[in-house]
């Protein structure tokens, strides 16, 4: 159940907020966000040991990033399946991904960031991906997509209502606290004010059904929850990116990415 959170405001010194939360089985294993791609000189992102992708990529020199959730809806075929994790890279090397063909990628949503503005593509695993350019304001993608209205969804109604209330509450905490103004100098408490508290959790009980900081048992012998959390910030002078283990606040704490 990753999410994001996107927040556009036109005209700021900082036009691009991102929030992005990876949830997976825990013992999936992980690098921290560094250039882990020879092939790839100068992208910035998590390394995924099990397949060798990200979950959210960081083109540094052209101030683009690109997060990727997984969706809802037929698996592609066994013999052809490649993994999700190459496509954040390639969506900031390349601009997107609308070059590529999508049937050999499982169900996904790709949310894509620049300095003016933020693009989420949704792959349901058959006809033709949905494009949606979002619009000034908070918006959130979850595995259900933009908004939970991706044209393939799950019909797991547990996990729709965990959606739900997650992004439910999230929202509407977020609306009521300051929008953050980050700079490139400064601790992540600094850069992100008021949103750093309810990022680390907001006070939430890992297993309450509107934790955005979650560990769940769902009964098959594997615990899943929350690995890590990103925070971005993007301006036509800006590119910040702030990164911290979960769960917080008892993990190692927030780390500025380097990303010059």
Do not use: K
Request: aromatic letters at 6%; charged letters at 20%.
């Amino acid at each position: 159940m990753c999410t994001a959170f996107v927040s556009i405001e036109p005209g700021s010194a900082v036009p691009v907020l991102l929030l992005s939360v990876r949830d997976e089985y825990l013992g999936r294993d992980w690098l921290p966000p560094g250039r882990h791609w020879p092939d790839r000189p100068g992208l910035v992102g998590g390394l995924d040991l099990a397949a060798g992708g990200t979950w959210l990529a960081v083109d540094p020199e052209r101030r683009t990033a690109a997060c990727l959730l997984n969706g809802f809806g037929p698996l592609a075929p066994a013999h052809s399946r490649l993994s999700r994790g190459a496509l954040p890279l390639t969506a900031v090397r390349d601009g997107g991904i609308g070059h590529l063909d999508l049937t050999p990628y499982d169900p996904f949503h790709l949310v894509q960031v620049r300095p003016d503005g933020a693009r989420v593509t949704s792959w349901g695993g058959h006809g033709e991906p949905e494009e949606h350019e979002l619009p000034t304001g908070l918006s959130v993608i979850i595995n259900d997509g933009l908004e939970g209205l991706a044209a393939s969804r799950t019909g797991s109604e547990r996990v729709r209502a965990l959606m739900a209330a997650r992004a439910a509450h999230f929202r509407a905490r977020f609306d009521a606290l300051p929008r953050p103004r980050p700079t490139a100098d400064g601790t992540a408490e600094q850069a992100w004010g008021d949103w750093l508290p309810v990022v680390t959790g907001d006070g939430l009980a890992l297993d309450a059904d509107a934790a955005l900081i979650q560990r769940r048992d769902f009964g098959d012998g594997r615990l899943w929850g929350s690995s890590s959390v990103s925070l971005l910030a993007l301006g036509p002078e800006l590119l910040r990116y702030d990164f911290a283990a979960a769960p917080l606040p008892d993990g190692p704490g927030w780390q500025r990415v380097a990303l010059g």
